[in-house]
C-alpha cells in the first residue's frame, strides 16, 4: 500500500491551506494591473485617452477580484468552511495584513489630508489620479472629479466586486444573499448615482434654475454629521420645496424613520442591509471578520468609547445648531434659547424613560455612565443658559465641529476603521467609533423585538460563532446556555448563524416579552416549554 496517498494527520482543523492556484494568480496580476494603472497616474504619466485607461484599469481591479473568488469558490461545495483563515498571513495579521494595512492607512491619510499628492487642483485642470476619473465624474455630474469622488468611485468597485465574492462564498444562505444585494444596491444607487445626478441638476430647466443639494439619502445623522451646519441648512432652504423636502426627511429619519424600524428588525436594517461603511465591512472586510476581540476587556473599551462619540457628536451638533440661530422671538419660532431648552427637554425625557423601564436592562457601569453623561451635558447647557455667554459648551462651535470632523470622522472612521481591517478586524469602526451605530443599538437593547435565539441542546461547542463574530461577541457563551442574544452591538449580519453546522441560531422578531431571558433551556429543544416552566 502506498501510504503517501493518504493523510496522517490527526488535526481537526484540516491541513493548510496550499499555495495559489494558477488562475488566482493570473487574477491577482490582474488586479495588480489595474493599480499600476493608477499608481502610474499619481505619478503624473500622461494617458492620451482617460476614459479608455480608466476603463481599463477598474474592469482589472473588478475581473480580478471575481476571477479569483471563482476559483476559490466555485468548485466547492456550499457551506461555510475554515478555509485555514489563521494559516494565511493576509488574515492573520502575518507580513501582508500588515502591508496591506500600512498601504490602507497610507491611502487614507493622502486622501484626507494631501489630496494635491493626487492630483487635486483647487484652480486648474485636475493632474493625477484624480484626472484620470475627470471623464467618469463629467459624464454624471457634469464637474471635474474630486478625491472624494475618486474614494466613492473606488469604494463602489470594491462593494460590488467583493459582494459577488460574498455571495458566491455564502451561496447556500439565503438572508446573506438578499442582504447583500442590499448594500450592494443602496451603495451603488443612492451613495454613489443619484447624488451626482443631484449634482448634475443644479440650474436645469427641470428645477427651473433651482438648486439642488448632493445628497446621500441613506447617510443619517450622527454618521452624517455636517448635516445640519449652516451652509447645509442654507443649501437645503435655497433649493425651494425639494430642499426643504429633504431637510424635513433628513429629521424624520432621525426621530421617526429609524426608530420605527429599529424597533421591528433590530439595528440590522441598517448596519447590515443599507449602511456603506457596513456594506465595504461586509464585502471587502470579509475575510478579516475573525480578528475582532472577543475579550472582555475590549467589550469593555468599546461601551465606553462608542458612547463617548455619541456625547460628543450630540455637543458638537447642539453647538454648531445653536451658533446660527437667531434670538428675536418675533422673527423665528426657533431661537437660541427654544432650541437650547428643546435639546435638555428631550435628553431628559429619554434618561427618565431609560432609568424609570428599562434600568434592569443596564449593566451597573452603563447606569452611572449614562447619569454621568447626563449630568455633564446639563451643567453644561445650564451654565450657558444662565451665563449668557456666547458659546455654548465651553467652546467655539467650529472648535468643536473641526476637533469632531478630524478625530473621528477622519482618523477614526477612515484611517483606522477602514485601513486597520488585517489588523484589527472588519468593524472596528462599527464598534467603537460609529455613533450612528451606538444609538441604534441603544434603541436595540431596550425596545426592539429582534433577537437571536439559541438551541442549547444541538450545541457542540464548535466556536464557529464567536469565532466569525465581526462584533467580538461570544456567541457561543450565549449557545451554550440557550440564552437568546439581544446585544446593543450586533449587527444581525447573520454570519453565527450561517457558520453553524447544527443550526443552533436563528435571526428572529418577536414579542417583547421574554427576549431578555438568561434562564433558557440547557438541554433539550422546546425553548417555549420551558419558558412557562420558568415563569411559574
Not at 457601569?365 to 451643567?379: C, E, H, L
Not at 438568561?518 to 422546546?526: A, F, I, K, P, R
Request: some cysteine; glycine content about 10%; overall charge positive.
Amino acid at each position: 500500500m502506498n501510504y503517501q496517498t493518504h493523510s496522517r494527520s490527526m488535526a481537526l482543523t484540516g491541513q493548510p491551506p496550499k499555495s495559489l492556484s494558477t488562475n488566482q494568480k493570473l487574477a491577482t496580476f490582474l488586479g495588480v494591473a489595474g493599480l499600476v494603472v493608477m499608481l502610474l497616474a499619481i505619478f503624473n504619466i500622461s494617458f492620451p485617452n482617460k476614459t479608455l485607461w480608466l476603463t481599463l484599469s477598474l474592469a482589472a481591479l473588478f475581473v480580478g477580484v471575481l476571477w479569483f473568488s471563482w476559483d476559490a469558490y466555485s468548485q466547492k461545495l456550499p457551506g461555510i468552511k475554515n478555509d485555514g483563515v489563521y494559516f494565511k498571513s493576509i488574515s492573520s495579521r502575518g507580513f501582508w495584513a500588515w502591508v496591506a494595512g500600512i498601504a490602507l492607512t497610507g491611502f487614507y491619510i493622502i486622501l484626507y489630508f494631501y489630496p494635491e499628492y493626487l492630483g487635486l487642483v483647487s484652480k486648474g485642470d485636475n493632474k493625477g489620479v484624480i484626472a484620470l476619473f475627470d471623464p467618469l465624474s463629467k459624464a454624471l455630474s457634469g464637474n471635474p472629479a474630486s478625491q472624494w469622488f475618486v474614494y466613492g468611485t473606488l469604494y463602489t468597485v470594491a462593494i460590488l466586486a467583493f459582494g459577488i465574492k460574498f455571495l458566491w462564498k455564502y451561496r447556500h444562505n439565503r438572508y446573506e444573499r438578499l442582504r447583500t444585494f442590499s448594500v450592494m444596491f443602496f451603495q451603488t444607487a443612492f451613495a454613489f448615482i443619484i447624488p451626482e445626478l443631484m449634482a448634475r441638476l443644479n440650474g436645469d430647466k427641470i428645477l427651473n434654475g433651482g438648486s439642488l443639494p448632493y445628497y446621500d439619502l441613506k447617510n443619517i445623522w450622527p454618521l452624517n454629521y455636517y448635516n445640519f451646519e449652516s451652509y447645509r441648512i442654507k443649501g437645503f432652504l435655497s433649493s425651494g420645496d425639494i430642499g426643504f423636502a429633504l431637510l424635513i426627511f433628513g429629521i424624520l429619519s432621525i426621530f421617526v424613520i429609524t426608530p420605527i424600524l429599529t424597533y421591528k428588525y433590530g439595528k440590522r436594517w441598517y448596519c447590515s442591509w443599507v449602511c456603506g461603511c457596513g456594506g465595504l465591512a461586509e464585502t471587502a472586510g470579509d475575510s478579516f471578520r475573525h480578528l475582532s476581540d472577543k475579550s472582555t476587556f475590549a467589550w469593555r473599551v468599546e461601551r465606553w468609547v462608542v458612547h463617548s462619540v455619541v456625547v460628543f457628536v450630540t455637543l458638537m451638533t447642539t453647538a454648531v445648531v445653536y451658533s446660527y440661530l437667531g434670538t428675536d422671538t418675533s422673527k423665528y419660532w426657533l431661537t437660541k434659547s427654544s432650541f437650547l431648552i428643546g435639546v435638555a427637554t428631550l435628553l431628559t425625557l429619554v434618561f427618565g424613560w431609560v432609568m424609570l423601564f428599562k434600568r434592569d436592562q443596564l449593566q451597573k457601569d452603563a447606569q452611572y455612565g449614562a447619569i454621568g453623561y447626563f449630568v455633564i451635558i446639563m451643567v453644561l447647557l445650564g451654565m450657558h443658559f444662565f451665563s449668557g455667554d456666547g458659546n455654548v459648551f465651553l467652546f467655539k462651535s467650529e472648535t468643536l465641529r473641526k476637533s469632531y470632523s478630524f478625530l473621528i470622522g477622519s482618523i477614526f472612521s477612515g484611517v483606522i476603521g477602514t485601513g486597520f481591517y488585517p489588523i484589527f478586524g472588519n468593524r472596528v469602526w462599527c464598534r467603537f467609533g460609529c455613533p450612528m451605530a451606538a444609538i441604534l443599538g441603544f434603541q436595540q437593547r431596550l425596545f426592539s423585538k429582534f433577537r437571536i435565539t439559541t438551541n442549547g441542546g444541538q450545541c457542540i461547542s464548535c466556536g464557529n460563532c464567536s469565532t466569525y463574530c465581526e462584533m467580538g461577541i461570544d456567541v457561543r457563551a450565549y449557545a451554550q446556555k440557550g440564552e437568546n442574544i439581544v446585544r446593543s452591538s450586533c449587527v444581525g449580519c447573520g454570519i453565527c448563524s450561517a457558520v453553524c453546522p447544527r443550526g443552533v441560531l436563528k435571526l428572529e422578531n418577536g414579542p417583547l416579552q421574554g427576549r431578555i431571558d438568561s434562564n433558557q433551556v440547557l438541554l433539550g429543544n422546546d425553548v417555549d416549554l420551558m419558558s412557562l416552566v420558568n415563569q411559574k
